[in-house]
């Protein structure tokens, strides 16, 4: 297993992230512990989750996969220290979480608390924000005219982000984080964080994740650049699209107990003509190159220059091995080329 800094942290974490946000819904406890365990043995010391979690979320699931975790944690009390774990404040929108309300220094206290209490944890290492207050271009809201950026003031965004900063330095002053990060978040987003952090002597963000994938690769150059130069971690998350890029939903097919058989908050966006042609061709480039349309998908994203640790998840034992294994794959030239020759017909399919 490779590790990289986590940011400005310098926090080594593995190259492979396990996620978590089926546990609970499509895995039990059991399931749970046994991906944990096998990720561990294979050097994997990154875990995250979100008070959310499961997904799909409902008021009757909310914080079942931290739960989940903090089992684990109290039943393996002096294995804590093996991984970093993170995980996330949901934003404005839920109604069974804290009323819907904006993200807010009152609230990031009462989320980390609440937290650390299901997790069974002293302390959480890096604690994001899931989306910003702000409506942002993410979960299928990137094409232009999607979204108005003067719907609110500048101002008023300014002094909820300071707020929320003020509120991360008392927890990490407390002992009960030790990173904060985003997540669905811009360039601009990062840069006021990173300004008003300098100007006020506050703790510097380490951290974003974003969707990104063969079929949502929007943060590349600019976004993924900023990360570099700033030195923000970047975390892809659903770098298999949802697990679309495995090939399993071509057609239309939809298996019993996958992730598309659940109703999902934001729909099924990623199923368009364009994405069902541009699975298809990916999946005969990995035919070609003799991987599995998952390991091809998941090795290009890990071979993206500035990219951290890549999100994984899992059902099964199964797909969790065959995960894991693309992060000790490398591309071939031909490989790179045979894929960027989709890419460049299918740059953004949905």
């Known amino acids: 297993m490779q590790y990289s800094p986590l940011g400005s942290s310098q926090e080594q974490v593995s190259r492979v992230c396990l996620g978590s946000m089926t546990w609970g819904i499509q895995n039990n406890q059991q399931d749970a512990n046994q991906q944990i365990e096998y990720a561990l043995a294979q050097g994997i010391n990154f875990i995250d989750t979100a008070e959310m979690y499961p997904v799909p979320p409902s008021g009757k699931t909310y914080g079942g996969t931290e739960t989940i975790i903090g089992n684990w944690i109290a039943a393996n009390p002096t294995r804590r220290k093996e991984f970093v774990l993170a995980t996330k404040i949901a934003g404005s929108g839920l109604s069974y979480i804290r ?56 101002a008023t965004e300014k002094q909820q982000m300071l707020e929320i900063l003020q509120a991360l330095e008392l927890c990490i002053q407390a002992g009960k984080i030790r990173f904060c990060g985003l997540s669905d978040d811009t360039p601009w987003g990062i840069n006021t964080y990173l300004q008003l952090s300098e100007k006020h002597s506050l703790p510097k963000m380490v951290s974003i994740q974003n969707e990104f994938s063969l079929l949502h690769a929007k943060d590349w150059p600019y ?118 020759l989709v890419l460049r017909e299918f740059p953004v399919p949905f």
């Open 99 to 154: 009323e819907a309300s904006l993200i807010s220094g009152e609230s990031i206290i009462q989320a980390v608390d609440a937290s650390l209490k299901r997790l069974q944890t002293d302390y959480i290492d890096l604690f994001q924000l899931h989306w910003p207050n702000r409506v942002s271009p993410h979960f299928a809201k990137h094409w232009p005219g999607r979204i108005s950026f003067s719907q609110t003031e500048t």
């Open 223 to 340: 976004l993924i650049e900023n990360c570099v130069r700033e030195d923000i971690a970047y975390l892809p998350w659903s770098p298999l699209a949802g697990g679309a890029l495995s090939g399993k939903y071509l057609n239309n097919q939809v298996p019993a107990g996958s992730r598309w058989s659940f109703e999902q908050r934001q729909g099924i966006f990623r199923n368009t003509p364009l994405s069902q042609q541009a699975i298809s061709r990916y999946v005969d480039v990995a035919q070609s190159h003799n991987i599995t349309p998952s390991q091809l998908a998941l090795i290009w994203c890990n071979q993206i220059e500035g990219v951290t640790s890549t999100i994984i998840g899992a059902t099964s034992m199964e797909q969790l091995k065959e995960n894991i294994a693309a992060f000790a794959m490398t591309l071939s030239p031909k490989a790179k080329s045979d894929i960027n």
